[in-house]
Each structure stands twice: as C-alpha cells, then as structure tokens.
C-alpha cells in the first residue's frame, strides 16, 4: 500500500466532507475536473461544490473506510466502504456500500484531482433502501443469484 501525501490528502478530505465543507473542494480538486459516478457526470469544480452540496444537504453522516490505495504517476486508485445516514434510506439506519475511486493528478499540479470517477453498486446504496422499491429491487437479485 502506497501512502502517497496527494492521496491521503484525498482521503483525509473526504471524511471532513459535508454541507458545511463543500466550499473547500479547491484543496482537492482542479477547477476543471470532471467527477463520474454511477448516477452523474459532473464538469467543473463549481459544478461539483454544487452536486456535493445538494447531496450532502440532508445526510446525517457519511464516512469513508479507505482501504488499498494504489498510484503510480499521475493515476490511483482507492478501495472504500462508505458508512452512509440519510433519513429517507432504510429509515434512517447507517448503509454501508463498498466502491472504488480512480483517481487523475495532472502533472502540472499533482496535488490536486482533476478526474474522479467512482465505480460502486447503486442499488447496494440506494435502491434497496428506499421504501417501496427496495423489497423489489432485493427480490430481484436475490432472484438472479447475487
């Protein structure tokens, strides 16, 4: 495991993040960074203050669990389990859903992130916790041999 500054930058960052914190994506990201996930595409550093703000406006907590971390040059990845509190999933209780993020550095400024995509199961996180579709959704793998 490569404990790399720019990365447990990164790390460190994430576990500070919130509603209140969002303003400071500029310690970690380019202005021009692209962020994927399963659900958006996001272009801009402002853009993804935006993103990160509205999501985070009604969790409760959300922590990361960072686990293999791998960087060679301008590329690395991070493993994690992230231990999510809304009160509109699984009626409030903690869901905890494991991912990976791939993460860019440009070379001009390595300490920042200019590409971040993160791959992880959006029914694992969402989608089985919501009220009605959930039931189904875990039917369904439950089905298809997950």
């Given at each position: 495991m490569n404990q790399e500054p720019d990365l447990e930058a990164f790390c460190t960052f994430f576990n500070n993040l919130d509603k209140?914190?969002?303003?400071?994506?500029?310690?970690?990201y380019t202005e021009d960074v692209v962020f994927t996930d399963p659900l958006h595409r996001i272009e801009g550093r402002d853009a993804l203050e935006?993103?990160?703000?509205?999501?985070?406006?009604?969790?409760?907590?959300?922590?990361?669990?960072?686990?293999?971390?791998?960087h060679q040059g301008t590329e690395?990845?991070?493993?994690?389990?992230m231990r999510l509190v809304h009160p509109r999933l699984s009626r409030g209780r903690p869901v905890s859903v494991d991912g990976c993020s791939?993460?860019?550095f440009p070379a001009e400024d390595p300490r920042?992130?200019?590409?971040?995509?993160?791959f992880f199961?959006?029914?694992?996180?969402?989608?089985?916790?919501?009220p009605i579709l959930g039931p189904t959704v875990r039917l369904l793998k439950r089905r298809l041999g997950e």
């Open positions: 209140t914190y969002t303003n400071n994506l500029y310690e970690v935006r993103y990160f703000h509205g999501l985070y406006e009604n969790v409760t907590e959300c922590r990361f669990q960072f686990h293999d971390r791998v690395a990845c991070v493993t994690w389990t791939r993460l860019s920042r992130v200019c590409r971040h995509r993160d199961d959006v029914g694992a996180m969402l989608y089985e916790h919501l």
